[in-house]
């Protein structure tokens, strides 16, 4: 097989799945998208240590990530993750293209289940368009909220966990924002489903004009070769199989989602002449090859990528079991006691970062001459669960010089380690 310019097209990249003697995708791809919307439908339910494995806190503000939870103060590490996170979504565009678009794209995945759905129902699928008996539209569109209903519920499960939004959605205890949230998703999936489906990937997504972008030599493409046009009996199959009604013999098309219908329906026609199929997916429009991927772009975007991925992974296994802040509580002064002492009334906050429920106390000490203070209220046998952060109201007791003195205040566990440490400025008072 020769190419416009001369060279050889490598045969097509395919995942296989017999049926005569061409392969079929179909199976491959119903079977992706499958598992990946049970993966994203599950996801909110697993736990690792009684802590879910991806979920944002609102009322904690932290984000549970796979076993770590990582505190609004801990910006810098969300920040590598979603940097992390762009350049992996980059890397893959500009190898895969618009796979993502037809495997595994949210919004593909609804479309084909509407359009299934209509054909149980026995209404004509043409385009865009549904048509056939009202009653069977009315069922449809019935489907169509709890799917609606479904997909604004499961949005929310990264947010409140499942078991308690259940509960309080049944009990009518749900957070108004979280009902509003639930309503507003749940209308948009339904029109979505009942009026748009392809027209959002054809007219609407943003990300199609983007991936024409990072299209190059090494972009794996749907392609029907120039070489092959001269074998095409211009049946038109892999025209109306097309869920975005464009024609692949026309070249590359932005509008092309690369989900491999158009490929399946021209293997199924040529099956029947014992032939092989026109169309199949090559790495680049002019066909280079898999060895097209290793070229300066990509292998910077990997190197950018698995560089972030292992700061990310470092930098969450090294930071600190526990931290530690303290602030003079400003509810109460403090205040010279009759013995001379002095009496300082503090705000702790214990954030305690593994997954597991935890032990601690706290202690002081001057920093000018090392000497041990006393701290009076519920200091000792902190307990804090996994990944939560506890508020401890405390008075320390410092000798009355006349002038300032910083003191340190440490954070210890159980074992009598040392987990963190900030300190204090502590003014006199001259008032008793």
């Known amino acids: 097989m020769s190419s416009p310019k001369g060279g050889s097209i490598p045969p097509p990249f395919n995942l296989q799945a017999k049926t005569g003697n061409n392969r079929l995708l ?42 770590a939870t990582l505190r609004i103060e801990e910006l810098y590490l969300l920040l590598l993750f979603s940097l992390a996170l762009a350049l992996f979504f980059l890397l893959t565009t500009l190898i895969f293209g618009r796979v ?41 569109h019935i489907f169509f909220l709890m799917v609606g209903l479904l997909v604004a519920s499961n949005l929310l499960w990264y947010f409140i966990e499942p078991e308690r939004f259940f509960r309080q959605l049944f009990h009518g205890q749900l957070h108004p924002v979280a009902l509003g949230t639930l309503i507003v998703i749940t209308a948009t999936v339904y029109f979505d489903l009942a009026f748009l489906r392809r027209i959002i990937c054809r007219d609407f997504c943003p990300y199609g004009r983007f991936q024409t972008v990072l299209v190059d030599t090494s972009t794996l493409v749907l392609h029907l070769p120039a070489t092959e046009a001269p074998r095409c009996i211009k049946c038109g199959a892999c025209v ?5 009604e464009i ?89 010279r006691l009759k013995d001379g002492d002095q009496v300082s009334f503090f705000n702790a906050w214990i954030n305690n970062r593994t997954t597991t429920k935890a032990e601690y106390h706290l202690s002081a000490e001057d920093q000018g001459n090392g000497q041990k203070l006393v701290l009076k209220g519920p200091t000792h046998g902190i307990i804090v669960d996994g990944g939560q952060n506890q508020k401890v109201d405390f008075v320390l007791l410092t000798p009355f010089t006349g002038e300032e003195s910083r003191v340190s205040f440490r954070l210890i566990a159980k074992d009598g380690s040392k987990l963190a440490e900030t300190d204090a400025l502590i003014t006199p008072r001259q008032s008793r």
Request: hydrophobic share 45%.
């Open 240 to 244: 109306r199989a097309c869920p975005m």
């Open 26 to 67: 179909g199976p491959y791809r119903r079977s992706f998208q499958w598992l990946i919307s049970l993966l994203i439908l599950l996801l909110p339910w697993a736990h690792v240590d009684s802590v879910s494995l991806l979920r944002v806190d609102f009322t904690t503000l932290s984000l549970h990530l796979f076993g």
């Open 100 to 140: 993502w678009c037809g495997w595994a794209c949210p919004q593909t995945t609804l479309s084909d289940l509407a359009e299934w759905a209509a054909r149980k129902l026995k209404l004509k699928v043409s385009g865009f368009r549904l048509a056939g008996a009202v009653w069977r539209k009315a069922l449809l």
């Open 247 to 335: 024609d692949i013999r026309r070249g590359y098309q932005i509008e092309c989602i690369n989900c491999g219908r158009c490929l399946d329906a021209c293997r199924r026609v040529m099956n029947k002449r014992k032939e092989p199929g026109l169309i199949g997916y090559y790495f680049g429009i002019n066909g280079e090859g898999p060895r097209a991927i290793f070229n300066p772009r990509t292998l910077l975007l990997a190197s950018g990528f698995m560089a972030l991925s292992i700061l990310l992974v470092c930098a969450i296994k090294l930071r600190p079991e526990a931290t530690l802040k303290v602030a003079l509580s400003h509810q109460v002064a403090s205040r």
